[in-house]
């Protein structure tokens, strides 16, 4: 039973990482990405092929993470913030395919469609994270760390800039905020902070494919976002529970097919999506929040 | 001659994806709603002509005017009841599109809930390919896709230019306030372009269940296209949509030439991000001031 | 706030400035000096390019030819932050605001140039909020959402902005449309005051009584052709002026 609980509190830091970082732009500076689950997904099989092949050093293989998701995410946002935001959503969901295509296809960095296999646990100044009670700390303590982060981002002047930049882009450049300059910063520290949740889970599961990082998954953590609640801090960590919990929950109905269920849990939250963004667009959090502009 | 079976297959699918482009961006265009739903309405239409048609065995043309019908309907539904409603009070883009997704994704597995994940065709033989030349095969499916796509157009163009409503949409597109002189509303017409829009990817919808077969999730690859070829044609440029659409099924059926197919869609995507780099006004499109 | 020029030198410089879009000229042959401390207002009937002069002056348009030089330094090509940041601000005839930040913050942002991380001298920072907070009446409000002000509120919230911009030119379009005349009284003390402390202050107005009282010079813009300037008086007296304004072309 605790090993269980264990493993769904560290699935669920992972979660509420990812689901942080993606509310970060989308909530915050109004940028749609469906991409996250890639951003993610490099982070993954940045520590996976370092941690087979070089080091199981903690700081070396989170920090190779970090920077190879945060260079790839402004190589993505360079171009595409230039036009309106409209595009980034098409750019993203191309980066979303290519980058699915990219992880099936090359062997030898990724595995191809097998994936990787025996990626050993972290070691950090001397200490290696075989106890899972132990991972389980230190992905709290990454969590509470990508907290911290973004809160010191978002309550700053950076965050009023993003927010002001989401609010009104024309406004806010006229007031001498360097439009693309925020938007690319603020697109490389979500999609940096992803790589730390796909290099932990990675670390974690010891084993990752292309089928965790398609586009089902983008998808959820955009559910999670939404439902939970954009632009508020919280709102992603309630959402990531939530869906989480959906599964688990699900199988209590007896009446639901059990090969059914995955099904089911997407169609819940699709009608959440929309009746939310009918009635409550700023999520179960964030409540009316979104109204019209001044 | 592979490059020109290549050519020909790339003009079938070019058809059919610059009918699927021009439904979403006259719906883009003309009403700046991010309709993510279009691909779920191409699912819809595909699905239950197969229903029809291949297990109820209604008669072609009614199995293909019930599609239709269902199509439109989900298209005008949707925009009544769900759209209206977040643009009464917001109607921000994110919003909107959220919503559309939510709906894609509710369509997709309920679809998938009553017809599996797997993929269906419909098998006529219209779909078996003629040797037409040496290693030149073509079915006569294709032939009809290609009449069906110049049809489209042609109606749709006779719209838009000849009549009244047509002018009026156009204008909703430009000025949605010199609608009101009319006396129609925005709200009105927008219906009415969701089911032009709507219908627009019916012809293709049962062209593909007879070719390459329905799967539930497609509707993603619908989108893909549709958005695509909407901003590569240049955005609020029917035209443009559809010559991009045509763009986009040739060039992703000329590159098998030379490499393996699970890339083809990554093409698109190529295609796509040089336009966003150098050229994001798209072929017609207009200029966009940042 | 530092007076960056004597009263009347001239900062902002257009010279034949010319915009084409296609074929229809919306600015034909513009030059037009804007002094530091003067008031002036750009008024002529819709259509007639106001806009678009101040989207040239902003960077949002490029010209198709002429200049526009800010304090020695010509601004074409330059994008529009880049020209913000060297003193010029604007505000918009739909506001504009951070709809869903509060006041403060509306007004904090707009002071907080840099996008960098960390800023230095926060308690310098909250004097000069609190200091246009009170000038603009605003400071009961300071933490509600941009989204929640009454009309005139978001007036001199929009004027607050600019204030807070250390901007050295402002470009006001229609800033005081619709203010009942006890606010419009304040809103011409506030720029009248502004204007004495040096800034150069252009604004697009419609309305002629405020024109009027507003404004120590005119300049009359009819499609895309600058037809008159001078004192509001000889302006706004002419009757060839008068004619075109409302509709009478001969």
């Known amino acids: 039973m605790l090993a269980y609980l264990q493993n769904i509190a560290v699935l669920f830091c992972i979660n509420a990482m990812l689901a942080l970082t993606l509310n970060f732009i989308m909530g915050y500076a109004g940028i749609f990405s469906l991409a996250h689950a890639i951003f993610f997904g490099v982070g993954a ?46 750019a993203s969901l191309g980066l979303q395919v290519i980058g699915v295509t990219i992880f099936s296809e090359w062997k030898s960095v990724t595995g191809g469609l097998g994936g990787m296999i025996g990626i050993p646990r972290p070691k950090l100044f001397g200490y290696v994270f075989n106890d899972d009670g132990m991972f389980l700390l230190l992905a709290f303590v990454m969590l509470l760390i990508v907290i911290g982060i973004i809160a010191l981002l978002v309550r700053g002047s950076f965050g009023r800039s993003l927010m002001a930049i989401r609010d009104s882009e024309s406004a806010a450049q006229s007031y001498g905020k360097h439009v693309n300059a925020v938007k690319t910063i603020s697109v490389a520290v979500s999609a940096g902070l992803a790589g730390v949740a796909g290099s932990l889970y990675a670390f974690y599961i010891s084993f990752i494919n292309v089928e965790s990082f398609m586009l089902e998954t983008s998808i959820l953590l955009m559910a999670m976002v939404i439902i939970g609640g954009t632009g508020t801090l919280f709102g992603p960590v309630v959402g990531a529970a939530l869906l989480m919990s959906l599964p688990a929950a699900l199988t209590y109905l007896p009446f639901l097919p059990p090969s059914e269920l995955g099904t089911i849990q997407q169609i819940i939250y699709g009608l959440a999506m929309v009746l939310l963004m009918m009635f409550r667009p700023g999520g179960l959090v964030g409540g009316r929040s979104r109204e019209k502009s001044a | 001659m592979l490059f020109v079976q290549l050519l020909a297959n790339g003009l079938q699918t070019g058809a059919l994806y610059a009918l699927i482009a021009a439904g979403f961006s006259l719906i883009f265009g003309m009403t700046r709603i991010f309709h993510a739903a279009h691909g779920a309405t191409f699912t819809i239409a595909g699905f239950i002509f197969y229903e029809l048609f291949a297990i109820l065995h209604w008669a072609l043309p009614i199995a293909a005017i019930a599609s239709a019908a269902a199509a439109g309907l989900f298209g005008v539904l949707l925009d009544r009841f769900v759209y209206a409603i977040i643009q009464r009070h917001e109607g921000s883009f994110f919003t909107v599109f959220v919503a559309s997704f939510g709906a894609a994704i509710v369509v997709q597995n309920l679809i998938s809930i009553f017809f599996g994940k797997g993929m269906v065709t419909v098998t006529t033989p219209l779909s078996k390919s003629i040797e037409v030349m040496p290693s030149l095969f073509i079915a006569p499916i294709s032939g009809i896709i290609i009449l069906c796509a110049i049809v489209a157009f042609l109606i749709l163009q006779w719209l838009l230019t000849r009549t009244n409503l047509g002018i009026a949409l156009r204008a909703l597109g430009e000025n949605p306030n010199l609608i009101e002189v009319y006396g129609l509303t925005p709200r009105r017409l927008s219906q009415y372009v969701f089911l032009i829009g709507s219908i627009l990817v019916v012809p293709a919808a049962i062209l593909t269940s007879a070719t390459s077969g329905l799967n539930p999730s497609m509707g993603n690859h619908v989108m893909l296209i549709s958005i695509a070829a909407t901003i590569v044609g240049g955005v609020g440029s029917l035209r443009g949509a559809a010559v991009a659409g045509m763009l986009l099924g040739l060039a992703e059926n000329l590159c098998l030439a030379v490499i393996d197919p699970q890339w083809s869609e990554a093409v698109t995507f190529v295609i796509l991000f040089l336009f966003i780099l150098f050229r994001p006004g798209g072929v017609y499109g207009r200029a966009i001031v940042s | 706030m530092t007076s960056a020029a004597t009263q009347n030198e001239i900062l902002l410089q257009i010279r034949n400035l010319n915009k084409n879009f296609g074929g229809l000229k919306a600015i034909q042959d513009v030059s037009m000096d804007l002094p530091a401390g003067v008031i002036t207002t750009l008024v002529g009937p819709n259509g007639a390019g106001k806009t678009t002069l101040f989207n040239l002056i902003t ?192």
């Open chain 1, 45 to 90: 099989y940045a520590t996976a092929y370092i941690a087979m092949y070089f080091t199981d050093s903690l700081l070396i293989c989170m920090s190779a993470s970090i920077l190879i998701s945060a260079l790839l995410s402004m190589a993505l946002a360079l171009p595409a913030l230039r036009v309106r935001g409209e595009y980034f959503v098409a």
């Open chain 3, 59 to 250: 960077g949002h348009l490029i010209p198709t030819s002429g200049t526009v030089h800010w304090l020695g330094k010509p601004l074409k090509g330059i994008e529009p932050w880049k020209i913000a940041r060297m003193g010029i601000a604007r505000t918009f005839q739909d506001l504009r605001l951070f709809s869903h930040m509060t006041v403060e913050e509306n007004i904090m942002t707009v002071m907080e140039r840099s996008s960098w991380l960390w800023q230095g001298g926060r308690t310098e920072a909250e004097k000069r909020v609190s200091e246009i907070l009170e000038e603009t009446q605003l400071a009961y409000k300071r933490n509600e959402r941009a989204v929640d002000l009454a009309y005139a509120e978001r007036k001199f919230l929009s004027l607050a902005r600019i204030m807070a911009s250390q901007a050295k030119l402002w470009l006001l379009d229609e800033p005081a449309s619709g203010l009942d005349p006890r606010s419009f009284e304040r809103f011409v003390t506030l720029l009248r005051n502004y204007a004495a402390r040096g800034i150069t202050i252009c604004i697009i107005e419609h309305n002629l009584d405020i024109v009027i009282k507003l404004s120590d010079r005119v300049a009359f813009l009819d499609q895309g052709k600058l037809l008159a300037q001078g004192s509001s008086q000889d302006i706004l007296k002419d009757p060839h002026l008068a004619a075109i304004y409302f509709g009478d072309r001969s």
